[in-house]
């Protein structure tokens, strides 16, 4: 994953867009397709009950033994303070909304911590939420990343589980 190094310091990534993401939602998908889960190209769920979809960044199925599961992949890199709050309210919300209203069998999450200065002042807030959500039952799986100019880290406490 060392990809994400090169991705995430990339000024021609566009980080509104996600492009800087993109190779690690390919390499995670491909993970998920060994493990024998189909992943759909079309990354919209709907809800059969009424007139609602969701978009996500990977969605995924297993046909044998009809489960669902999606995963969200977000990074910080700038405006910690403000930026940390926002992807904090959007990860308990998003879990809410594909556990509870699109019930989806496996909600993963994957946050991706930028920080060159290497400060990474926001990171045990992110851990702790990320915490709480997997205790509460909003999120199955989780894996956090920090990432500098020159090196990544994998936390240890949260290894993703297909």
């Given at each position: 994953?060392?990809?994400?190094?090169?991705?995430?310091?990339?000024?021609?990534?566009?980080?509104?867009?996600?492009?800087?993401?993109?190779?690690?939602?390919?390499?995670?998908?491909?993970?998920?397709?060994?493990?024998?889960?189909?992943?759909?190209?079309?990354?919209?769920?709907?809800?059969?009950?009424?007139e609602?979809?969701?978009?996500?960044?990977?969605?995924?199925?297993?046909?044998?033994?009809?489960?669902?599961?999606?995963?969200?992949?977000?990074?910080?890199?700038?405006?910690?303070?403000?930026?940390?709050?926002?992807?904090?309210?959007?990860?308990?919300?998003?879990?809410?909304?594909?556990?509870?209203?699109?019930?989806?069998?496996?909600?993963?999450?994957?946050?991706?911590?930028?920080?060159?200065?290497?400060?990474?002042?926001?990171y045990?807030?992110?851990?702790?939420?990320?915490?709480?959500?997997?205790?509460?039952?909003?999120?199955?799986?989780?894996?956090?990343?920090?990432?500098?100019?020159?090196?990544?880290?994998?936390?240890?406490?949260?290894?993703?589980k297909?």
């Open positions: 994953m060392d990809f994400l190094i090169e991705d995430l310091n990339n000024p021609c990534l566009n980080k509104r867009r996600n492009q800087h993401l993109n190779n690690l939602s390919g390499y995670l998908s491909n993970l998920i397709e060994q493990k024998g889960y189909v992943v759909h190209t079309e990354k919209r769920i709907a809800f059969d009950d009424f609602y979809s969701k978009k996500c960044d990977i969605y995924y199925e297993s046909m044998s033994e009809n489960r669902t599961g999606i995963i969200e992949i977000k990074s910080i890199s700038s405006s910690f303070g403000n930026n940390a709050n926002n992807r904090i309210e959007e990860l308990v919300g998003q879990a809410m909304l594909f556990k509870n209203i699109l019930r989806v069998s496996s909600v993963g999450y994957v946050f991706v911590y930028h920080d060159i200065a290497e400060k990474f002042h926001y045990n807030r992110i851990k702790q939420v990320l915490s709480l959500c997997k205790i509460n039952g909003l999120i199955d799986h989780c894996l956090l990343i920090k990432v500098t100019s020159k090196e990544l880290w994998l936390d240890p406490d949260f290894a993703i297909i």
